[in-house]
């Protein structure tokens, strides 16, 4: 069973910088990509960014340039988070995906306040 655990979230001024993990129980490059999402109140979940096996990243455009998604060499997938806004206020969650399933972390929550 894949458990994905994820950490780094909290409080932070607008403006500020967050970094969160996400800690899989077993290596990262067994899963066709690694990716964090993101839910805000009443709005749906959506994909912030991603990185597949190849190591080509993405992001969603209203974080582009301010988000950095990479990965270390055995487990742990990190999103770097700067320039933080307001309207990145979410539970953040973590997603792994493999030929058997799509995998979620239980979230962690992100508040930026103006």
């Known amino acids: 069973q894949v458990q994905l655990v994820e950490s780094g979230g909290g409080l932070v001024q607008a403006g500020g910088y967050l970094r969160l993990s996400c800690a899989a129980s077993?290596?990262?490059?067994?899963?066709?990509?690694m990716g964090w999402y993101r839910q805000a109140p009443g709005k749906q979940r959506e994909l912030v960014a991603a990185?597949?096996?190849?190591?080509?990243t993405n992001y969603a455009d209203s974080v582009k340039g301010r988000f950095t998604i990479s990965r270390d060499n055995k487990s742990t997938v990190y999103l770097q988070m700067n320039n933080l806004k307001p309207e990145d206020t979410a539970n953040y969650y973590c997603?792994?995906?493999?030929?058997?399933?799509?995998?979620w972390g239980q979230g962690t929550l992100v508040t930026v306040s103006s």
């Open positions: 990185i597949p096996s190849s190591g080509r």
């Open positions: 997603n792994a995906r493999d030929y058997w399933g799509n995998y």
């Open positions: 077993r290596s990262i490059f067994s899963f066709n990509a």
